[in-house]
C-alpha cells in the first residue's frame, strides 16, 4: 500500500503562485510514477503533469505547459507542483497520484493506483 497526503492548497489572486507538495508513505520502493490532476465542480478529473519515479521524464497538459513545474525530491519520497501566473479557471481540487503497475505517465486517471485526498486551490479574479 501506498499512502499520498497533498499539502498547500488555499486561495490565492489571479496570476499569483501555488506550490503544491505531495507526501508518500508505504511501499514507496513500488512507485513507477508519480502525478498531479484536479476537478472542477461539474467536470470530469482531469491530467495536469506527471513525471515518472526513475528518468524524471516529465508530461505536461497544454493548459499547465509554461506556467506549472511537476518535481520531486527522492530522499522525502515528496512530490511538488509549482503552480505560476494562476487563473481563475486553474480553480479544482487538486489530486496527487501514484502508479505502481505501469512506469509511465497516462493521462487517463484509469491506470493510476492510489490517490490522495485532494487540496483545493481556489483563484480569484
Known amino acids: 500500500q501506498v499512502q499520498l497526503v497533498e499539502s498547500g492548497g488555499g486561495l490565492v489572486q489571479h496570476g499569483e503562485s501555488l506550490v503544491l507538495s505531495c507526501a508518500a508513505s508505504?511501499?514507496?520502493?513500488?512507485?513507477?510514477?508519480m502525478g498531479w490532476f484536479r476537478q472542477a465542480p461539474g467536470k470530469e478529473r482531469e491530467f495536469v503533469a506527471g513525471?515518472?519515479?526513475?528518468?524524471?521524464?516529465?508530461t505536461y497538459a497544454d493548459s499547465a505547459k509554461g506556467r506549472f513545474t511537476i518535481s520531486r525530491d527522492d530522499a522525502k519520497h515528496t512530490l511538488y507542483l509549482q503552480m505560476n501566473s494562476l487563473k481563475p479557471e486553474d480553480t479544482a481540487v487538486y489530486y496527487c497520484?501514484?502508479?505502481?503497475?505501469?512506469?509511465?505517465?497516462?493521462?487517463?486517471?484509469?491506470?493510476?493506483?492510489?490517490w490522495g485526498q485532494g487540496a483545493q486551490v481556489t483563484v480569484s479574479s
Open positions: 497520484a501514484a502508479r505502481i503497475r505501469g512506469i509511465y505517465v497516462l493521462q487517463d486517471p484509469g491506470p493510476w493506483d492510489y
Open positions: 508505504g511501499r514507496t520502493f513500488s512507485i513507477l510514477a
Open positions: 513525471i515518472s519515479w526513475s528518468g524524471g521524464s516529465t
